[in-house]
């Protein structure tokens, strides 16, 4: 509301002022130029787009330093965004229908309102940048937009003292001895002008000042407040879902300053979200509301499935059947790629020997997707502590393994000059083995490496194919440890014989072995199945099935 005396005054349009970086001269010099709309600020040309970016950044802080000296925003300037036909959020065609006078689709328009805010907006390019006087509601609509500073609306005039007296105020533009002193008019920031005033006989007519509003609470005792950088309107309807906006957003602020992240608190947020941006766009017609609801029912499912690859229940006595919090080294889909991984090395290892099918195995991981990867003697020595060359000579015998020179000049390779292996199977071909992306492969790879190097392991001197047997158990096992599908209830032994390169009636003795070690718990091999939970202390390499 702004109070004017005498005549009406015509509200002036917000400021806004736009930065540009542009190529300048030969596109492959680099030289770029930064413009400016103020018609104070020249413009400047700079040899690269990073010291141009950095000085237009500047640039926005000194003209919002300069706005802020001078009072900014001013609550009666007219919405900066509404003169350019709410162009900023707003498709083309709604927008090109505001500039003929049309009347735009609902859909596509967000009406104005609100306070002045003072905004700026940056491209996800760099190359862009507006500040600018809107209205809370063009703010709040325009993606990437964020509000810097918001005016203080004009003060109301208070009641006169012969109304606090009597208890009911003096009527509208009247002193209580009955001369007119002043014209109140309300200005919004999506009109240009005030409205015209009623004349002096139909101003006889109008109603009282009412004391109070209806509700008890006037517009200035509402909460304030924001979320996903949009402000709340203070009209928003209903007013349930403005409450449930402004508690989700304090909400959000108060978990990102957690030290831990809670996934299953976050996920319960991101659906109270989803469903309240559902119905504030129901409410609007804005379609970004709409997409951001969309994006928040997908950020739920994430959360959910880190809070489930993160947690198991324990159901030993040792533990108490409490709930734990598991740093897991793979999700729930990394998971099911190594399952793939070792499905691959069973059936296209060259030999059927448990150290052949080790490297083969290690090889697969560190070459995956390009067919090439470094290693060095070191890796080879690790992974396979007897025979290392004549495993080396069987793989390259076997046309599985391509070496730059000879084995025994990759078995001395340092970490500063590896060998570069190839394994021809894996170069990049149609169909491919595997499915998964670059950064999956290196975590496979650690997983893996972490399993048959665990101290314990390494400390009794097991030998390959036990090695080999707790990674695979390690890869079927469900939530709670307990290795295999919750309805076989355990491992095929032919499967976990076949990848451990053994006969089916050795697996008992590697299973005592893992047991032996504080791998498994538990081990049993009856009814053709390899029975057992994962100990505790190595639920952080099991692989969710």
């Not at 003697?377 to 599985?400: C, H, K, N, P, S």
Request: glycine fraction near 8%; charged fraction near 25%; include cysteine.
């Amino acid at each position: 509301m702004q109070a004017e005396t005498g005549t009406q005054q015509e509200r002036v349009v917000g400021r806004a002022f736009t930065v540009r970086l542009d190529p300048y001269g030969r596109l492959t010099a680099g030289t770029v130029r930064l413009s400016c709309s103020a018609a104070a600020c020249a413009d400047q040309r700079f040899p690269s787009t990073a010291e141009g970016r950095k000085e237009a950044v500047e640039h926005v802080k000194l003209h919002v330093a300069r706005i802020r000296t001078g009072g900014a925003p001013r609550a009666h300037a007219y919405c900066a965004c509404l003169a350019g036909h709410c162009a900023w959020h707003v498709t083309d065609t709604d927008a090109s229908a505001g500039r003929r006078g049309q009347e735009r689709p609902v859909a596509g328009a967000v009406r104005c309102g609100g306070a002045v805010v003072l905004t700026v907006y940056a491209d996800r390019a760099g190359r862009l940048w507006r500040l600018a006087e809107t209205c809370a509601r063009c703010a709040a609509a325009t993606p990437g937009s964020r509000v810097l500073a918001s005016a203080v609306p004009a003060a109301r005039t208070p009641p006169t003292e012969a109304a606090t007296v009597s208890g009911k105020p003096a009527p509208a533009g009247e002193h209580p001895g009955g001369t007119v002193e002043r014209k109140v008019v309300a200005a919004f920031s999506d009109r240009a002008t005030a409205p015209e005033l009623p004349s002096p006989a139909a101003a006889q007519n109008v109603p009282d000042v009412r004391a109070a509003s209806p509700a008890g609470t006037s517009r200035r005792s509402k909460r304030w407040g924001k979320i996903a950088q949009r402000i709340v309107p203070y009209d928003l309807e209903p007013e349930v879902l403005r409450t449930e906006l402004i508690e989700l957003g304090g909400a959000f602020r108060a978990h990102q300053r957690r030290t831990e992240p809670d996934h299953a608190l976050l996920a319960e947020l991101q659906e109270r979200k989803a469903r309240a941006f559902d119905l504030w766009a129901d409410v609007t017609g804005d379609t970004n509301l709409r997409q951001e609801a969309r994006r928040a029912r997908q950020a739920a499912e994430t959360s959910r499935e880190t809070h489930r690859n993160r947690t198991g229940h324990v159901t030993d006595g040792t533990s108490g059947g409490h709930e734990v919090v598991v740093e897991r080294l793979l999700t729930r889909q990394q998971a099911a790629c190594a399952r793939t991984v070792l499905d691959h090395v069973t059936a296209n290892a060259p030999h059927h020997d448990p150290q052949v099918h080790l490297t083969v195995l290690m090889l697969t991981l560190r070459t995956a997707r390009t067919g090439t990867g470094n290693v060095t003697g070191q890796d080879f020595t690790g992974w396979i502590q007897d025979d290392t060359e004549r495993v080396l000579d069987q793989l390259v015998a076997a046309d599985w393994l391509h070496l730059p020179g000879t084995v025994t000049e990759a078995l001395v390779s340092r970490p500063e000059s590896p060998t570069l292996v190839t394994v021809p199977s894996l170069l990049p071909c149609d169909p491919y083995p595997f499915t998964f992306g670059k950064s999956t492969r290196p975590k496979l790879s650690g997983w893996a490496q972490k399993a048959i190097g665990d101290r314990k392991l390494r400390k009794k001197k097991t030998d390959a194919a036990t090695r080999l047997l707790a990674l695979y158990t390690a890869a079927h096992t469900r939530s709670d440890g307990h290795l295999g599908h919750a309805k076989d209830d355990g491992i095929p032994l032919e499967a976990a014989a076949a990848f451990c390169a053994v006969p089916v009636e050795n697996v008992t003795e590697h299973a005592d072995l893992l047991v032996a070690t504080d791998w498994l718990t538990e081990a049993s091999t009856t009814d053709g199945l390899l029975r057992g939970q994962l100990a505790e202390r190595v639920w952080s390499l099991g692989g969710l099935l």
